[in-house]
């Protein structure tokens, strides 16, 4: 990937007028927070998670984002809040509620390949935001939800009050938490199949979302709105990581609906952001931790 404006690399970094643009967006992004913690030989640890990961990018971006979540009273609790501010993210409604903070055991094998051996929701399990948190996302240019176990709540509210919301349906294997209705856009992830890309996001307009957008991996991404059917291609990039590029995705695309670019536009710009993100380690620029 070529560089951009100012002679920066392409990794995480935005031109100036796409920073500036986004400086009159209040954005909130609202779930999952997690700590990948990859086991010996590695022994280090990301921090990460959807809803998490789309609030840093977004602030990043320029807007003023800000994430609402749980974490626990530990170590990669005050981890996670620490590196959330130093990304410029609103902490205010992050709370602290008894348990772990969320984390992922991720076992790196001679051959690259990357295995999950231990999952645990930790403190994102059972939070939902107070009336408190809802009143200042019902004042919020847009709402992302990532995992959140509340069986739509969130959404059914934002929708009803006419806030513009979306959420990765991907990254919630739990049908009673996956409603789709008034979202103004709901993602779903068809890296593995995308030929069936086409007729999942038409599953997702028929059962209430405005629009549908699929992410197809290196395949690219496609989008409809029920009366425009559009697909991109991905960047060609040669990948450090993959991790978060499908949050990544999500904030880039998100950024332009925002400045009202067409449809073709925002895959582009998703795409974009997706393959700088596959630059670098992490789903947003940070040095690796000791394990926490």
């Given at each position: 990937?070529?560089?951009?404006?100012?002679?920066?690399?392409?990794?995480?970094?935005?031109?100036?007028?796409?920073?500036?643009?986004?400086?009159?967006?209040?954005?909130?992004?609202?779930?999952?927070?997690?700590?990948?913690?990859?086991?010996?030989?590695?022994?280090?640890?990301?921090?990460?998670?959807?809803?998490?990961?789309?609030?840093?990018?977004?602030?990043?971006?320029?807007?003023?984002?800000?994430?609402?979540?749980?974490?626990?009273?530990?170590?990669?609790?005050?981890?996670?809040?620490?590196?959330?501010?130093?990304?410029?993210?609103?902490?205010?409604?992050?709370?602290?509620?008894?348990?772990?903070?969320?984390?992922?055991?991720?076992?790196?094998?001679?051959?690259?390949?990357?295995?999950m051996t231990a999952e645990d929701f930790g403190t994102c399990r059972g939070y939902a935001p107070d009336e408190v948190a809802i009143e200042?996302?019902?004042?919020?240019?847009?709402?992302?939800?990532?995992?959140?176990?509340?069986?739509?709540?969130?959404?059914?509210?934002?929708?009803?009050?006419?806030?513009?919301?979306?959420?990765?349906?991907?990254?919630?294997?739990?049908?009673?938490?996956?409603?789709?209705?008034?979202?103004?856009?709901?993602?779903?992830?068809?890296?593995?199949?995308?030929?069936?890309?086409?007729?999942?996001?038409?599953?997702?307009?028929?059962?209430?979302?405005?629009?549908?957008?699929?992410?197809?991996?290196?395949?690219?991404?496609?989008?409809?709105?029920?009366?425009?059917?559009?697909?991109?291609?991905?960047?060609?990039?040669?990948?450090?990581?993959?991790?978060?590029?499908?949050?990544?995705?999500?904030?880039?695309?998100?950024?332009?609906?925002?400045?009202?670019?067409?449809?073709?536009?925002?895959?582009?710009?998703?795409?974009?952001?997706?393959?700088?993100?596959?630059?670098?380690?992490?789903?947003?620029?940070?040095?690796?931790?000791?394990?926490?």
């Amino acid at each position: 990937m070529a560089d951009i404006a100012g002679g920066h690399e392409a990794a995480g970094v935005f031109t100036l007028q796409e920073s500036f643009s986004m400086t009159r967006f209040r954005l909130a992004a609202v779930g999952d927070n997690c700590v990948d913690r990859f086991l010996p030989p590695l022994s280090q640890s990301l921090i990460g998670g959807n809803a998490l990961n789309v609030a840093v990018q977004w602030a990043r971006m320029g807007a003023e984002a800000s994430y609402f979540g749980a974490i626990g009273p530990d170590a990669a609790g005050a981890a996670t809040r620490a590196i959330l501010k130093e990304n410029g993210v609103d902490v205010r409604y992050l709370i602290e509620r008894p348990g772990v903070t969320a984390y992922t055991d991720i076992q790196v094998l001679p051959s690259g390949e990357r295995i999950m051996t231990a999952e645990d929701f930790g403190t994102c399990r059972g939070y939902a935001p107070d009336e408190v948190a809802i009143e200042a996302l019902l004042g919020m240019d847009h709402v992302h939800i990532g995992w959140l176990d509340d069986g739509g709540t969130l959404r059914r509210r934002l929708a009803e009050a006419g806030v513009s919301c979306s959420q990765d349906i991907s990254v919630n294997n739990d049908r009673q938490h996956l409603g789709v209705a008034g979202l103004s856009v709901a993602f779903v992830s068809c890296g593995d199949a995308p030929d069936e890309a086409e007729r999942h996001v038409e599953r997702l307009l028929a059962e209430g979302a405005k629009s549908g957008v699929a992410t197809l991996g290196a395949a690219g991404a496609l989008a409809s709105t029920g009366t425009d059917l559009v697909r991109v291609s991905a960047e060609p990039v040669v990948p450090i990581d993959t991790t978060g590029a499908g949050d990544s995705f999500i904030a880039g695309y998100l950024s332009a609906r925002l400045q009202k670019k067409s449809l073709e536009d925002c895959l582009e710009a998703g795409c974009r952001q997706a393959a700088r993100t596959c630059l670098h380690i992490g789903g947003f620029p940070q040095s690796p931790m000791p394990m926490v």
